[in-house]
Nanobody, 115 residues
Framework: QVQLVESGGGLVQPGGSLRLSCAAS????????MSWYRQAPGKERELVAS????????KYTDSVKGRFTISRDNAKNTMSLQMNNLKPEDTAVYYC????????WGSGTLVTVSS
């Protein structure tokens, strides 16, 4: 059974930090491109960051460059997103995504940036 379980969301003040984690099981994690997406209220889901199967290629959407860092540990089947200098516009549900022969999604974790 495939599972992608996100954790680490919560309420944080502007300028604060959070670290999201995604625990994967039931598929070949080390062969999959992994990504974080987010969906803000009333908006479409957007790609935040992606990392290749080996971690050698990383991409970020422009709005998070220099603030967010994506990483993965293929030995532990986990992916993380370190988010620093958070802004109110980062408020969204963040989803873990795995792209291999089949695309898998987690159920999401809510990040709220507010004073």
């Amino acid at each position: 059974q495939v599972q992608l379980v996100e954790s680490g969301g919560g309420l944080v003040q502007p300028g604060g930090s959070l670290r999201l984690s995604c625990a994967a099981s039931g598929f070949t994690f080390s062969s999959s491109v992994m990504s974080w997406y987010r969906q803000a209220p009333g908006k479409e889901r957007e790609l935040v960051a992606s990392i290749s199967s080996t971690g050698g290629s990383i991409k970020y959407t422009d709005s998070v460059k220099g603030r967010f860092t994506i990483s993965r540990d293929n030995a532990k089947n986990t992916m993380s997103l370190q988010m620093n200098n958070l802004k109110p516009e980062d408020t969204a549900v963040y989803y873990c995504n795995a792209m291999g022969p089949i695309i898998y999604w987690g159920s999401g974790t809510l990040v709220t940036v507010s004073s």
